[in-house]
């Protein structure tokens, strides 16, 4: 171990324990001021804070400015209670405090006796006035009467300004696009605990999908967040789960969809194909109570899902192709959480979720057949413990460990089927590494299918863990008020990777006609094969460490000053990395990652009601494992290359009416695997002879520069608007450089290549594209983010809101690659241009209401709509600029295309991402019954129609189809939205509360 290292861990521990802190990651506070009818403050003023639900309390006195503060609250409705001699005693009830604010309560006492009391049951406030962050809170109601798709609450996050919902096709997988971001960027923590995946980040969305019905609240913050927050320059997700109270409580659910419910999707009613039997059914329940009351308290969760959604392939030229089949998909999620009060300085918790979620016949939108699906099984499992310990009046401090891990695999019907179970089980989970996806028949990639077996056959083993130590520390009367606050986390993760992706081999051809050995057209014109399987493990070891003053300047004023640090230790092998100095093979480590941040808040009025903030800040992000471990699996030498044959380009031969002459093409698409093991010997170390990809002695973490300045304003006590301008600048992006360029002899698409050493640190010969990572890229958001929202009040809530936004640059995910470079010149300002989750218009409508004198019919729903996403349109039958890149942008100009279903009249600005692609709009309605059984008992009954409007929302052509070259498919919408477009469908559904 080094001895940075070392240090890092020994000084994180001696830290701990000498400076604690408060992480409001899962938490709130409450502050305040007391003062007597005149305006005097009140020192002494003996404050009690309890939670009404649980009766867990916290005590804390006013000091010489009458201010108080209670930290480290878990999100709840609050009692506040203020006593002192002389005075009547004042207390605030049904006080709801969301997670991740500050609740500010001011409170006037009466000169009387204690024995006196004057209850006050008040709203709290919409608008948190000490705060810059840009973002918002949707709580359990919100959550449980919203219809969402798929039960995913990123369904619901994407209701507040700047957040775009980004549904998958595949169960568990939807996530969100924040503040111009791709979703890589986000982070997700519940209950404190770090819930994002290492490999892909939010990609995936969350590690552990957390059910609806057992989330209490959530925090998103898309710009302007305290220090406490890092690793991410998009969206943070702060939620935490319901807990136990005094009284039993609990829900039974159940929802259903039949096949008679569900629309045609677009594609089979277009093809007059049979339509599936698709189904989807939900049920579970939530129950929490008390072990021992005020002090003890537990929460189960167990929620079921079955779902079988369409998914529907169109192949035109080879319409004997076209499919429309129902998914197999179903999981279970289990969740329990203990909390428990010591006593009034100490209390705990912890939470384990976990999800089972296998999945069969997944298709996907890559122009998979019936022959080439693919599967999925996966685990997944994330714990949290907290240890909260009120060390003063003014000081508590917060102990927290956390592990997430997985495991998945995608496989195919091929490879299962060697398993000792056989059939689609296949093998045991866990031991599918044992599969050989050589056995498989080869993929033949056509120009608008892809036929036999699907290449997929890899998986992960991964864990993380998480040990953090926070503390708080309120200091009044010094210049104002200080709530002081610093905190250090370390984070270490394990992935292991086995993958066998394209071991049984890729055929392409430039076609879409059937083989025929007499027809040279109809031969493929490459082979690319994954020879041997990869092995890998890569850690990861990251350190953090924050502090934060919010500092109350009088009465109206809160400046907010924060420094943040993070350190990432990514251990790789760079022995044989020509970059590095042969006396110095030491992996990367960026060490100057300090985030200052610096927010400020001017509430308008003494009552608070309207304040103006902003902010700046800089927010690094985490080095995605998934992209960094490229240098791994295609490193110079290797027991486990993907190889080409050509190597350099197409064997030119089918095009052009010729037999190829490429030894492994010759026979047609049928795989030589004598020569290929006769060339490459199994089980050998080998010289890469595919793409190389190199890690860079100066690569850097990404991070953000943003600037922030809003407005909000309290309309009444039930309807707040808000208004924030973003400006974010994002710098040292991931974008790879070609260190071993081409040079094509003509423009011709099979023309003839050569490479080149251009930049002269190689040394030696490559045969093939040889990547470097490095941080050339810079990406540039901007934003407008308008909100209502309206507290439910006289039998109604509701919100709105509209981002007008602009995201540009030429970084975005952190394995991008450059195809514009030529030689040495990497021609970034033809790379810049909008960025691919560019969405310039995003509405969100969204609201509940109980009917008055119908005894219990509520309607809610919501309404979202988007602006297309830009895409490149480009032309692969020539090489204009002759880098060996089949990519060039053609002119600008209107294109439309000839195919049924293609695009019209498209604008094309040129460059990259220059065209936009289609909009989508979607109208989601419930209506339903809500009666009582009993005084704590009732039943909900609902019917909720998705998509009522049954529009059809396709995603983007797929990069194949923004290929000029081929007219079959040309700006051809192939990809329903989510997968399956999201027909109109209604769903019955039941809640029994108790």
């Known amino acids: 171990m080094s001895r940075l290292r070392i240090g890092l861990i020994v000084g994180t521990l001696l830290f701990a324990r000498a400076v604690p802190a408060l992480a409001q990651q899962g938490t709130a506070e409450i502050a305040g001021k007391v003062t007597d009818e005149q305006g005097a403050v009140l020192p002494g003023v003996a404050i009690v804070v309890t939670n009404e639900e649980t009766g867990t309390f916290r005590e804390v006195i006013t000091a010489e400015e009458g201010t108080y503060l209670a930290s480290q609250l878990a999100p709840g409705r609050y009692r506040v209670v203020a006593k002192l001699p002389g005075f009547r005693t004042m207390e605030r ?62 369904a619901i996050v994407s209701l507040l300004p700047g957040v775009v ?22 982070n997700v923590s519940v209950d404190g605990g770090y819930n994002a995946d290492d490999a892909l980040g939010t990609s995936a969305g969350a590690q552990v999908r957390t059910p609806l019905e057992a989330i209490q609240e959530f925090q998103v913050m898309t710009s302007m967040y305290d220090a406490e927050f890092g690793r991410a320059s998009g969206a943070i997700i702060n939620a935490v789960t319901k807990a136990g109270t005094n009284q039993f409580k609990g829900v039974v659910f159940g929802s259903f969809v039949s096949n008679r419910l569900t629309a045609k999707d677009f594609l089979v009613k277009q093809n007059n194909l049979e339509k599936p039997t698709t189904t989807q059914r939900d049920w579970g329940g939530v129950i929490g109570g008390p072990i021992v009351r005020n002090k003890a308290h537990f929460f189960f969760s167990l929620e079921r899902q079955v779902d079988n959604p369409n998914r529907t392939g169109i192949f035109p030229t080879r319409p004997q192709y076209n499919f429309s089949i129902a998914e197999d998909r179903t999981d279970w999620n289990t969740l329990v959480r203990f909390d428990h009060q010591i006593n009034r300085t100490h209390s705990w918790a912890v939470r384990w979720l976990r999800e089972v979620a296998p999945q ?88 608008s299918f892809r036929g036999q077996a699907s290449t997929e056959a890899q998986g992960p083993w991964d864990s993380n863990y998480q040990i953090e130590d926070d503390y708080s520390w309120f200091v009044p009367g010094k210049k104002g008020d200080h709530e002081l606050k610093f905190g250090v986390r370390y984070n270490y993760t394990g992935l292991k990777r086995v993958s066998q992706i394209n071991s049984n081999g890729t055929f392409a051809f430039n076609t879409d006609l059937p083989f025929d050995p007499a027809n040279p057209r109809t031969y493929p014109e490459r082979l690319s094969i994954r020879l041997g399987t990869y092995n890998q493990f890569i850690k990861n070891h990251t350190y953090e460490a924050y502090a934060q003053d919010k500092w109350k300047m009088g009465g109206r004023t809160t400046l907010s000053l924060g420094l943040r640090y993070d350190l990432e230790l990514i251990p790789l092998d760079e022995t044989d990395n020509p970059l590095f100095p042969s006396n110095n093979k030491k992996y990367p480590v960026d060490k100057n990652n300090f985030a200052p941040r610096i927010g400020i808040t001017h509430a ?13 800040g800089i927010f690094y992000n985490r080095t995605i494992l998934g992209a960094v471990d490229d240098t791994i699996e295609f490193p110079k030498y290797t027991s486990s290359a993907q190889v080409n044959f050509p190597n350099d380009t197409v064997d030119p031969g089918p095009t052009a009416g010729r037999f190829p002459t490429d030894p492994f093409l010759v026979n047609g698409p049928f795989l030589n695997r004598a020569l290929l093991n006769q060339i490459y010997p199994s089980g050998a170390l080998l010289r890469n002879d595919g793409v190389v990809i190199f890690d860079s002695p100066d690569r850097r973490q990404p991070f953000a520069h943003q600037v922030t300045v809003g407005y909000g304003r309290e309309l009444g006590r039930s309807i707040a608007v808000q208004a924030d301008y973003i400006h974010m600048h994002n710098k040292d992006m991931f974008l790879s450089r070609n260190l071993n360029p081409m040079l094509r002899a003509n423009t011709s698409r099979t023309g003839p290549i050569t490479r080149v050493d251009a930049f002269g640190v190689l040394g030696e010969r490559y045969n093939e594209r040889v990547w470097v990572m490095e941080n050339t890229g810079v990406s540039k958001y901007d934003a407008l983010n308008l909100s209502l929202e309206k507290r439910y009040s006289k039998n109604w809530a509701g919100r709105i809101s509209y981002s007008l936004s602009k995201s540009r640059g030429t970084g975005e995910n952190q394995a991008d690659r450059n195809t514009f470079q030529y030689l040495t010149n990497l021609n970034l300002d033809q790379w810049y241009g909008p960025s691919g989750v560019d969405r310039r218009h995003n509405l969100k409508i969204s ?36 880098n060996g890149e089949l990519t060039d942008p053609v002119p600008s100009g209107t294109y439309s295309g000839t195919a049924l279903n293609a695009m019209q009249d498209v604008k094309y600005k040129g460059g990259r991402n220059g ?80």
């Open 847 to 882: 609201g509940r209401l109980e009917i008055p004198k119908t005894r219990g019919v509520t309607l809610s729903g919501g309404l979202s709509y988007l602006s297309g996403a830009p895409f490149s349109i480009y032309d692969s039958s020539n090489d204009a600029n002759q």
């Open 604 to 616: 308008l009025n003494d009552a608070a009601k309207s304040v103006i903030r902003g902010g700046y």
């Open 360 to 447: 069969w016949y997944t298709i996907g939108g890559d122009r998979r057949t019936l022959q080439s699906y693919q599967d999925e099984t996966d685990l997944d499992q994330t714990a949290v413990g907290t240890l909260t310990s009120v060390l003063s009046n003014t000081r508590v401090n917060t102990l927290r460990v956390a592990r997430t891990w997985e495991h998945w695999w995608h496989g195919n019907e091929c490879f299962r089927k060697q398993g000792p179970a056989g059939g689609r089980e296949g093998f045991k989970f866990g031991d599918e590494a044992r599969g050989n996806q050589a056995l498989c028949p080869p993929q033949l990639n056509y120009t």
């Open 915 to 994: 065209a936009i692609g289609p909009d989508s709009f979607q109208l989601n309605l419930r209506t339903g019954w809500r009666g009582r059984v009993r005084e704590s008992q009732a039943i909900e009954l609902f019917l909720d129609i998705f998509n009522i409007t049954n529009r059809v929302n396709f995603d983007n052509p797929i990069t194949a189809n923004s290929d000029r070259r081929l007219p079959s498919s040309f700006l051809v919408l192939t990809n329903l939205a989510g997968g399956g477009g999201f027909p109109r469908q209604a769903q019955i559904g039941f809640r029994y509360t108790f």
């Open 165 to 186: 919902f980004t549904p998958s096709n595949q169960m568990g997988n939807d996530t969100i696009v924040a503040a111009g971001q791709t979703s890589q960027n986000n």
């Open 93 to 154: 009830s049904g006080l709801i405090l969301p997670v991740g604010t500050t609740l500010t309560i001011n409170l006037t006492l009466a000169v009387g006796v204690v024995e006196e009391t004057i209850t006050v049951i008040g709203e709290s406030p919409l608008i948190d006035t000490t705060s810059a962050r840009v973002g918002g809170n949707i709580g359990t109601e919100e959550l449980a009467e919203t219809p969402a798709t798929h039960r995913n609450y990123f």
